[in-house]
């Protein structure tokens, strides 16, 4: 009989039946009404540049113009209501694309919900789903014109409120259809669209017997995963997702399209390695894709009285085997009542990998997956039947740290208490998952010409946790577990001088900073780039979420 304790979450891959998959400094939004909304958040409709003008640039038609423009007036010369402003943005935007690329008010409650987590499901004015690069850069054209405030959707996958979501304030970008996935005939690099997910993204590379670095979450889509750095199975061995892309393909906010790459746009090309939402909409992502499609992959459950030596066998395993032999890297994902390991060596393998070696002496209650030789789409097949559907609250935070088991022990045990109390009192589950990060992770980056992530050139560990619950009335007190663990893991990690001031933006919540612990030079240079390719600051002003340059 497989055993499913309560609680077992796997990097967001969740073992709870019922329960869902879980990958700045602004606190959530606060409820207003949507007149205050529209109000504070849409600026005087733009003055600047003549409306045939704009029009014209966005393919609209004579009589199409002449129809819009009168609106145009009636709004500048009636004192330019904010919602009116708005009502002729989407107008515009869906008189330019089509009547199928925009979804009006009342936006479709569908559509909408999209969002992963409940705290980001908001009610835009409307939605604009472009199908191409062409029509991203009019959608862009449209946003900057009118001066209104949107936010970008690649996959929705974030919990923290306005990173893909806007209220009754704005215009929301969905890039679901940007979802093409295409392989190069000598099968070395790979075109992927934003809004694809990575899950098809592996599982259609793996009829073709390819495979790329991606999203260990098969639901999490490619643009906001890739623009946040990106962790994979094989980061230990090729560096972060984004240090494997060749090219990104950019639509700025004055509506052009440039290629960034070691060669064009080199500056751009750095700053969109981890820089995150702030310099321009990428459209399209050339990644290399790996040399090998064969891996070998275990997932076992081990009991809640087994945290202690599992904490002290990862950090043995980190600095030796884990510093040594880069095919091999961990799942480990600690629970409220139980606990998983997945082993995951990025090469096929007749017995258990020797670089695994110190977990042979921890005896599990329940190997879920035995060892397997397959692929990254069989690894993603063998945890579907555990990942229900169920739409639910999340949040997470994140936080690293040098190598040190009493440092992960001390953690854990704060940690440990308040989870638990906090799922008493809320039914909040929550997880406490370490990141192995070994020093060739940090020297691939700086191989495949860096990245802003300002890493140290050593062995560490990147903590995240997942929080899931599904009351709005129990945010606080679910959330206040992982903003605790966090103070916590930088008060003794300073004492002790293990603290590291990098946080990783994949897995930082809506309270974190992660561009600030960069580094000071590392921010300077992408305040740079943003001034260079955003002379208006387009990004900076009119997105109303999302790890902003001008909140670092």
């Not at 998959?21 to 409709?45: C, E």
């Not at 399209?284 to 891996?295: A, K, N």
Request: with cysteine.
């Amino acid at each position: 009989m497989m055993v499913k304790p309560r609680g077992l979450v796997i990097l967001g891959l969740s073992f709870i039946p019922g329960l869902v998959l879980g990958s700045s400094n602004t606190a959530a939004l606060p409820a207003t009404s949507a007149a205050s909304q529209l109000a504070t958040a849409t600026q005087p409709i733009n003055m600047g540049e003549d409306f045939n003008a704009f029009a014209k640039s966005i393919g609209l038609s004579s009589s199409q113009t002449c129809k819009l423009k009168a609106k145009y007036d009636a709004i500048v010369n009636g004192g330019n209501s904010p919602e009116d402003n708005l009502d002729l943005a989407c107008q515009v935007a869906q008189e330019s694309l089509g009547a199928d690329q925009v979804d009006s008010a009342p936006v479709g409650q569908a559509l909408i919900n999209e969002n992963w987590s409940l705290t980001c499901v908001a009610d835009a004015y409307c939605v604009v789903l472009p199908r191409n690069t062409d029509e991203t850069v009019k959608a862009v054209r449209v946003i900057s014109y009118f001066k209104v405030k949107f936010a970008v959707r690649a996959g929705g996958h974030s919990p923290n409120p306005g990173w893909s979501s806007v209220g009754q304030e704005g215009i929301l970008l969905d890039l679901q259809r940007l979802n093409q996935i295409s392989l190069s005939s000598d099968k070395k690099l790979c075109s992927l669209g934003p809004g694809a997910r990575w899950g098809n993204v592996v599982a259609t590379l793996g009829t073709q017997n390819a495979t790329v670095l991606a999203g260990r979450n098969p639901l999490v889509g490619v643009g906001g995963l890739i623009l946040g750095g990106g962790y994979h199975h094989t980061s230990s061995e090729y560096g972060t997702v984004a240090d494997n892309v060749k090219n990104f393909e950019v639509v700025l906010s004055n509506g052009t399209v440039v290629n960034a790459n070691i060669d064009e746009n080199n500056d751009l090309f750095w700053a969109l390695k981890g820089g995150g939402p702030n310099f321009g909409i990428v459209t399209r992502f050339d990644v290399y894709t790996l040399p090998g499609t064969e891996i070998w992959y275990q997932l076992a459950i081990y009991g809640l009285d087994q945290a202690f030596d599992i904490l002290d066998t990862f950090a043995k395993w980190q600095q030796n085997e884990g510093s040594s032999d880069f095919k091999a890297n961990l799942i480990l994902s600690l629970g409220i009542d139980s606990h998983v390991i997945g082993l995951v060596y990025s090469a096929p393998a007749p017995e258990v990998p020797s670089a695994f070696a110190p977990f042979f002496e921890l005896t599990p209650l329940q190997v879920v997956v035995p060892a397997t030789n397959g692929t990254f789409a069989s690894l993603n097949e063998a945890i579907a039947p555990f990942v229900p559907m169920e739409q639910m609250r999340h949040d997470y935070g994140g936080v690293s740290s040098r190598v040190d088991a009493q440092l992960y022990k001390d953690v854990y045990t704060f940690w440990a208490e308040r989870a638990l109390a906090a799922r008493d009192a809320t039914g909040a589950n929550q997880t406490f998952v370490l990141q192995h990060v070994p020093s060739n992770m940090v020297a691939q980056g700086i191989a495949k010409g860096g990245n802003p992530l300002g890493l140290i050139q050593e062995t560490h560990q990147w903590w995240t946790t997942l929080v899931d619950w599904r009351e709005a009335k129990d945010d606080d007190a679910a959330r206040a577990v992982t903003i605790d663990t966090v103070a916590q893991w930088k008060k003794l990690g300073q004492e002790r001088g293990l603290y590291l001031p990098f946080y990783f933006m994949n897995d930082s919540g809506r309270n974190q900073n992660p561009i600030a612990g960069y580094g000071q030079a590392n921010v300077d240079k992408l305040n740079e780039v943003s001034r260079k390719y955003d002379s208006s600051q387009f990004f900076q002003t009119q997105q109303v979420g999302g790890f902003l340059l001008s909140r670092a």
